[in-house]
């Protein structure tokens, strides 16, 4: 574990006009035990959801500027607010690409919100984690992680979410992300949180990756029996996946008691009932707005 702290201000703090997103990485740096830590975790910087102001890109390029005070920070989360804070959709991100070249020695990136979210190129040597946490996850983002240089990446976790909060692709995008990417130390695959977890359960255990990885992950969706049976069928080709996380789903008794059976770690966690509505059903994800 890294040596972590996190830093926020309060809400009176930023309204009185004394600590905004333009004092945060002074304020970081400043901290008597800054040089010590390994991890710095970014929370409420004041008014994160206002897009007539940069916040995160601000904070980016001011860790970026300040390079060599940060050299020693091997683990960045950036946008860790609750909802009482700000909502996940809310939350006004920034362009990533500079940052990747800024801190070579990173191994781990934690992102919380996709609005205005750019990665671009990522070559990032040493990261060995890299998790998103979104309500809808844009095409665009998902093209980069495909796209990236990440040959120690050992775990990546992905929300996808919905259409009404970011998530502007398909099915086929994350198919091209399995298939065209290239990350031979991945260890821990996450996609999660979508309202198509079924087909993307499909598209998992078709992918490259199940021969690799030890820890699947498929959680947080609208995973239904239709995903737990391909689940059932294929998980048994695959010795090397000693985990299961699958909790918040909508699948049924039967199929969970025969997940449960697998002589693997599961967790099925938080069963839930899906909405009807004028004849329609429909099945949320754990995590949109």
């Not at 737990?228 to 049924?252: A, I, M, S, W």
Request: glycine share 6%.
């Amino acid at each position: 574990m890294y040596k972590s702290k996190k830093f926020s201000y309060e809400y009176e703090e930023y309204e009185e006009g004394d600590k905004s997103f333009k004092t945060m990485v002074a304020d970081i740096m400043a901290d008597p035990k800054f040089t010590e830590l390994e991890e710095v975790v970014i929370g409420d910087w004041g008014n994160a959801w206002d897009d007539t102001e940069s916040g995160a890109q601000d904070i980016i390029d001011d860790i970026i500027e300040n390079k060599e005070q940060f050299s020693h920070i091997k683990s960045l989360f950036i946008g860790d607010m609750d909802f009482e804070e700000c909502e996940v959709s809310w939350i006004i991100q920034g362009n990533y690409e500079n940052l990747f070249h800024a801190m070579p020695q990173l191994e781990s990136l934690t992102i919380k919100g996709s609005t205005d979210l750019t990665l671009g190129k990522i070559e990032a040597p040493n990261l060995q984690s890299l998790e998103i946490i979104c309500g809808g996850l844009p095409k665009e983002v998902i093209e980069s992680v495909r796209d990236a240089n990440l040959p120690a990446l050992k775990s990546l976790t992905l929300y996808i979410g919905v259409e009404d909060y970011g998530f502007d692709g398909s099915i086929k995008d994350i198919e091209e992300l399995l298939e065209k990417s290239d990350f031979p130390a991945l260890e821990n695959l996450a996609i999660v949180d979508s309202e198509i977890q079924d087909e993307i359960c499909k598209a998992v255990l078709e992918s490259k990756y199940m021969k690799q990885i030890n820890r699947l992950e498929l959680s947080m969706g609208s995973l239904t029996d239709k995903g737990g049976q391909l689940l059932l069928d294929k998980l048994p080709e695959f010795p090397n996946v000693k985990c299961l996380d699958v909790h918040y789903h909508y699948l049924t008794d039967e199929m969970m008691e025969k997940l449960e059976a697998l002589p693997i770690e599961v967790d099925t966690d938080e069963q839930n009932e899906p909405d009807e509505w004028d004849d329609e059903i429909t099945c949320w994800p754990m995590l949109t707005e």
